[in-house]
């Protein structure tokens, strides 16, 4: 953005400095050197960057709360985000920089006046030297380049962003309230069990809520970014000494979590309160019955294709005992929406439990009026027991993509304002060069040329500007695409419908901006345009 801005400022200082060339000439004449009017344009450009810099500084002041307010309550470090004193050293080291990009040229061009030639003139309207005209098409150029890499950058983020939301969770996201419940470490240190049986009458309670139809108690929340994983062993795959043990990710729930969370029974049968087995952490095993497990389907398929896996068995290597598979669940995206579906086994709440775990209600009331329910209702089981994270699946959905929103929103408009400084910066060269041809454009106007076919050579000039720029923005953009790969989700960074679809703009822009200019010029009667020198 700062190059695409700059290189509209040197365009409008080379015409500056073309208009003023007779004035450089006369100090040159009188003695001035070339470095002395060099630091002049300097000077004069650093004054401008000085002012823009101060109104940046000025509305940026302005704007970042409203950043703040914008951006998710998730993203790190938000509350650190103000304007202090680096804040305004890195901005004048900006505006330092900027003043010598855009001073860069028209300072080469005032070192490359001849006094002679400029005083000799007899036009009293100084036009663009052919080395001025290809500095400020190379300028064109350039802007479009970075500003396409931007636009084709944006797009693909917010093609991903849409494939991302498109995909199912894998779980019930709607009139879903979710709270994080942690148990004093002193009233269930000595045993799983005294936690397990603390979360059951808590889920009691929360049910009887008034608008609340079910509840259930896990250790984790689907697309919460978390993923629980244990070393397993798992029956009929054997780990050969000195190889890494299987990886699963494990859930710890109550009978009714698959409800609550909307998952399918695809074989056997889910948990239910029979399943009583309790952890025993001193002993170091599971009492009172037997241990079980549910798993997800991609976990089923995984290690046992194409039969059946209840009554097959896993256990983590720490442990002695085997659980049994009883039932297989549809798959949940556990880490993200982005993300593949780990294989997952679901314990009973007393069968491995913690003490902090989520509850989940199912209610049509939103999660601000449930808070303070929800809150009585905790404690007046535990009193002690303190409740955080009250809010509804859909905002951990909406917190689960927060990142990517952000990120394809912030690039998308800054490829927009690119786009717009590109198209000012092409209409700029445009124009300025259609007026310093009018006596040109008059002639052949005069002469009997078709305004359409002078309108045609006019926008087949931006035309061909934009096309060199887009062409190096396109090989630019296919040259990030592998750091680009990282960054999209369910579309190729070299996707060629976006690549397209920019060209489109870009080229739809050129002609516009090609188009203005062309359009004034032919509607100059052609005595005017001759009677102009």
């Known amino acids: 953005m700062l190059l695409v801005a700059c290189a509209n400022v040197a365009n409008l200082n080379l015409t500056r400095i073309a208009a003023r060339e007779r004035e450089f000439a006369v100090r040159r004449a009188i003695g001035g050197s070339r470095g002395r009017i060099g630091r002049q344009v300097l000077v004069e450009q650093l004054v401008l960057a000085t002012l823009g810099g101060a109104l940046g500084v000025g509305l940026a002041a302005v704007g970042t709360p409203l950043l703040v307010h914008w951006l998710p309550a998730g993203t790190p470090r938000l509350d650190e985000v103000g304007i202090d004193a680096r804040v305004l050293l890195f901005t004048g080291a900006l505006v330092l ?18 006094e002679a030639a400029a005083l000799g003139s007899a036009s009293r309207s100084a036009g663009p ?7 400020s098409n190379a300028l064109v150029v350039g802007e479009v380049a970075v500003a396409s890499i931007l636009l084709i950058g944006a797009g693909l983020l917010m093609r991903s962003l849409r494939a991302v939301l498109e995909r199912d969770p894998g779980v019930r996201v709607e009139r879903i309230v979710t709270a994080r419940i942690t148990q004093d470490a002193a009233r269930c240190d000595d045993s799983m069990g005294s936690c ?23 250790n984790m929340l689907p697309l919460d970014g978390q993923v629980n994983w244990f070393a397993m062993h798992v029956e009929d795959h054997p780990v050969e000494p000195g190889e890494p043990a299987h990886i699963l990710n494990q859930l710890s729930v109550s ?9 399918r029974l695809e074989e ?33 398929e995984t290690y046992w294709p194409g039969e059946s896996a209840i009554g097959k068995t896993i256990r983590p290597v720490w ?11 549809s798959d949940v995206r556990q880490e993200s929406l982005s993300s593949d579906p780990a294989p997952t086994f679901y314990w009973p709440l007393g069968q491995w439990g913690t003490r902090s775990m989520t509850a989940m209600l199912e209610s049509d009331l939103p999660a601000p009026m449930l808070e303070p329910e929800i809150r009585r209702a905790v404690a007046s089981v535990d009193p002690v027991t303190p409740v955080s994270r009250i809010q509804s699946m859909e905002a951990i959905v909406a917190g689960s993509v927060a990142g990517s929103r952000t990120s394809a929103l912030l690039l998308a408009v800054f490829a927009g304002s690119a786009l717009l400084l590109g198209a000012i910066g092409v209409y700029g060269v445009l124009s300025y060069g259609v007026s310093s041809r009018r006596q040109e454009i ?12 002078v309108m045609g050579m006019v926008v087949g000039q931006a035309l061909l500007l934009v096309a060199v720029g887009l062409g190096i923005g396109i090989l630019g953009a296919l040259a990030l695409a592998g750091l680009l790969e990282r960054f999209v989700f369910g579309v190729s960074a070299r996707d060629p419908l976006t690549f397209a679809l920019v060209a489109l703009v870009f080229l739809s822009m050129g002609a516009l901006a090609g188009y203005l200019p062309a359009r004034r010029a032919t509607r100059v009667p052609a005595t005017e345009a001759l009677q102009a020198e």
């Not at 920089?97 to 001849?114: D, F, K, Q, V, Y």
């Not at 009978?255 to 998952?263: H, K, T």
């Not at 008059?442 to 076919?453: E, H, S, T, Y």
């Open 97 to 114: 920089l900027a003043a010598g990009i855009a001073a860069l040229g028209p300072t080469l061009r005032t070192a490359g006046i001849r």
């Open 129 to 135: 030297t052919a080395w001025g005209r290809r500095f």
């Open 196 to 218: 397990a049986a603390t979360f059951v009458r808590i889920e009691e309670a929360l049910s009887r809520i008034p608008g609340v139809s079910g509840a259930a108690i896990a």
């Open 255 to 263: 009978p009714g979590y698959f409800r609550i969370a909307g998952m």
């Open 268 to 300: 056997g049968r889910l948990l239910d309160a029979t399943d009583d087995c309790r952890w025993q952490q001193q002993a170091g095993d599971c009492r009172g019955g037997e241990m079980v497990a549910v798993v997800s389907r991609s976990l089923a």
């Open 319 to 329: 442990l002695r005992q085997w659980s049994r598979i009883v039932g297989v669940v």
């Open 442 to 453: 008059g002639v052949r106007l005069a002469i009997g040329a078709a305004p359409g076919r």
